[in-house]
């Protein structure tokens, strides 16, 4: 890792399209898949391209990226949160088909501008500093999330945006691990509040994963069956 790794707004010049689950990506790298991972690659970005071009187009940016010289290290990715309500949407997860990701022809959609939106929220979907899949991650625990956070709530106070919210868990291990967001904690550090705690039944889908929150929790006295519950944390911005 470079001394200093540069956190800035995503724009047009290099749209992130994919994730960092299997490292850092450049202008050059990026389209060298995964030999590991057998998704369609081509298709998610035909999908994945068009709509992040409309989205920067239409609100500016929506996301923050984390550059250590020519690779992307780390990145936060944001949407109107009435944009991810919008027929088609899905859950917005770039490596995901619909539902989980968008519908392929959702770049197609008309989205209101900033100015007809009356809840003026952005919805964070995914923070990662470096991979966090990779045994060897030298991105992580060096404050880049904390930095890409405070940009993203700068950026949005400078466009007009009111509020912020993040799905987050109880503070595990594991959550920072895998997961692509971080526990309750992170967001209480830059300001955020807890607005809503709810079951999180898509969660079940991966025993295995269950499981390890459930010992993890366990080991930190906290009641498994919290931990399996999904935290919705929301900052005003003024």
């Given at each position: ?15 992130l ?6 490292g850092?990506?450049?202008k ?19 999908r994945?391209?068009?709509l ?9 940016c ?6 250590d ?8 990715r ?48 995914c ?36 509020a ?13 691990e ?33 499981r390890?929150?459930e ?11 919290r ?12």
């Amino acid at each position: 890792m470079t001394s200093e790794v540069v956190v800035e707004p995503m724009t047009e010049e290099f749209l992130l399209w994919r994730c960092l689950h299997s490292g850092p990506v450049s202008k050059e790298s990026i389209a060298q898949y995964p030999a590991d991972n057998p998704l369609d690659w081509e298709r998610y970005r035909k999908r994945n391209l068009p709509l992040l071009a409309k989205l920067t187009q239409v609100y500016g940016c929506c996301a923050i990226v984390a550059r250590d010289v020519d690779a992307i290290v780390g990145m936060l990715r944001f949407y109107p949160k009435a944009v991810s309500k919008m027929d088609g949407a899905g859950d917005l997860c770039l490596q995901q088909d619909w539902s989980a990701g968008p519908k392929d022809n959702f770049a197609e959609r008309d989205f209101p501008p900033l100015e007809r939106i009356e809840d003026k929220t952005l919805s964070v979907h995914c923070l990662m500093a470096g991979s966090p899949q990779q045994k060897q991650n030298p991105y992580q625990r060096k404050g880049i999330g904390l930095r890409m956070c405070r940009a993203m709530i700068e950026w949005a106070r400078g466009r007009g945006w009111r509020a912020i919210e993040a799905m987050s868990f109880e503070d595990l291990p594991i959550v920072y691990e895998i997961t692509g967001g971080a526990g309750h904690t992170f967001w209480e550090k830059l300001g955020f509040t807890l607005a809503e705690r709810r079951p999180f039944p898509y969660m079940q889908e991966f025993p295995d994963f269950v499981r390890t929150l459930e010992e993890q929790a366990k080991n930190l006295d906290i009641d498994p069956q919290r931990a399996t519950e999904q935290l919705v944390m929301r900052r005003l911005i003024r």
